[in-house]
Antibody, heavy 119, light 106 residues
Framework: QLQLQESGPGLVKPSETLSLTCSVS??????????WAWIRQPPGKGLEWIGS???????YYNPSLESRISISARTSKNQFSLRLSSVTAADTAVYYC???????????WGQGTLVTVSS | DIQMTQSPSSLSASVGDRVTITCRAS??????LGWYQQRPGRAPRRLIY???ALQSGVPSRFSGSGSGTEFTLSISSLQPEDFATYYC?????????FGQGTKLEI
């Protein structure tokens, strides 16, 4: 059974960098069949795709965030990570990691982690 | 970017009702569409992929149809646990985009 678990600080100060890690168990992020994605949801609002990474390191980012984001993978630990720089209150959201089944979209999700941007 | 427009944004219904939610894409996406259910405080759960394929473990009262630019999610006989928010997602091209959501309420 595939499981994804987000981890990282729940509170980040404005202008600083948000860093989250997704730990994957029950499957390998080195599989050629999947990308691995970050998605976020501001409180009371809808879902926004942030970006995806392939085990080879290829990445795809949402242009609305591209100048501030970096997604990386650590295959030896079966983890992938998100860094979002220069955060503001608008980046307050529940951040989810998910498996992106190529051609079939997000088939498994982590439980999500709330990140609040506040001084 | 491909815009996904869901309607209605909210819907009131009763247990046993049949309901339909529509998602329109701003350009053709073939059948690269999924439907997700999100209960309060929970992660989204995929119900339908490839526009009409039922995710394993999802009750058969859920069904999806459509291709190109117009898609529907139908629930044939609402159960209490179906009252949630539903999202469509296009994954034919980056950036992937979600519909704004449909809140299904009693």
């Amino acid at each position: 059974q595939l499981q994804l678990q987000e981890s990282g600080p729940g509170l980040v100060k404005p202008s600083e960098t948000l860093s989250l890690t997704c730990s994957v168990s029950g499957g390998s992020i080195s599989s050629s069949s999947f990308y691995w994605a970050w998605i976020r949801q501001p409180p009371g609002k809808g879902l926004e795709w942030i970006g995806s990474i392939y085990y080879s390191g290829s990445t795809y980012y949402n242009p609305s965030l591209e100048s501030r984001i970096s997604i990386s993978a650590r295959t030896s630990k079966n983890q992938f990570s998100l860094r979002l720089s220069s955060v503001t209150a608008a980046d307050t959201a529940v951040y989810y990691c998910a498996r992106d089944a190529i051609l079939d979209s997000f088939d498994s999700w982590g439980q999500g982690t709330l990140v609040t941007v506040s001084s | 970017d491909i815009q996904m427009t869901q309607s209605p944004s909210s819907l009131s219904a009763s247990v046993g009702d049949r309901v339909t939610i529509t998602c329109r894409a701003s350009q053709g996406i073939g059948n690269d569409l999924g439907w997700y259910q999100q209960r309060p405080g929970r992660a989204p759960r995929r119900l339908i992929y490839a526009a009409s394929a039922l995710q394993s473990g999802v009750p058969s009262r859920f069904s999806g149809s459509g291709s190109g630019t117009e898609f529907t999610l139908s629930i044939s006989s609402l159960q209490p646990e179906d009252f949630a928010t539903y999202y469509c997602l296009q994954h034919t091209s980056y950036p992937y985009t979600f519909g704004q959501g449909t809140k299904l309420e009693i």
